[in-house]
């Protein structure tokens, strides 16, 4: 059980109303407030990596610190940024599938 207070989670949860009040234009994310985390907020955008950038560009993140991954055997792409914002630690994560794999080659390099 956690003994933090929901008073320490201010800080993502200002951030959070502020996002409210001055980006409410931008594509609704995932919202993720943690215990574990307190400092932080995160916006996740699944099948949208349209929203990433809208929100990537709106605060100010640039583009070559978002960082590139795959998980799910490559079948899902990953793009993460972090940065600070009004007291808060704010990560934008995006996944989106990839374009169908490749076929997978013997080591003669022949398709099977």
């Not at 059980?1 to 008073?7: D, H, I, V, Y």
């Not at 490559?74 to 972090?82: F, H, N, P, Q």
């Not at 704010?90 to 794999?101: D, P, Q, R």
Request: charged residues 20%.
């Amino acid at each position: 059980m956690s003994t933090l207070s929901l008073g320490g989670l201010r800080a993502p949860l200002v951030v959070l109303r502020l996002f409210g009040a001055d980006f409410a234009h931008l594509p609704a994310p995932c919202v993720s407030v943690s215990t574990v985390y307190p400092d932080l907020l995160t916006l996740s955008f699944h099948d949208d990596l349209a929203g990433f950038e809208a929100w990537r560009e709106a605060l100010g993140m640039a583009p070559d610190s978002v960082s590139y991954d795959e998980q799910s055997s490559g079948s899902t792409r990953v793009l993460r940024v972090e940065s600070d914002y009004a007291g808060a630690r704010v990560e934008l994560v995006g996944f989106a599938k990839t374009s169908a794999a490749a076929p997978v080659c013997s080591r003669q390099g022949a398709a099977p």
